[in-house]
């Protein structure tokens, strides 16, 4: 085995570990921000509608 294949093939391990790293890391970062989104929709959720109630029409 010639020192170019074994340095290639260093490059492709590095590439796909790097690449495993990158994406662990924007899972992580999605799955953070989903978790805020889901807080502030709950926290959201209270807030009434702003004229449900209040009025009601009836035609007959």
Not at 7 to 18: P, W, Y
Not at 29 to 45: G, K, P
Request: aromatic share 4%; charged share 15%.
């Amino acid at each position: 085995m010639n020192i170019s294949s074994m340095m290639g093939k260093q490059v492709a391990e590095l590439q796909h570990t790097l690449s495993m790293n990158l994406l662990s890391s924007q899972m992580s970062t999605q799955t953070a921000q989903a978790t805020v989104m889901l807080e502030d929709f709950r926290e959201n959720q209270a807030a009434s509608h702003p004229y449900k109630g209040q009025s009601l029409d009836i035609k007959g």
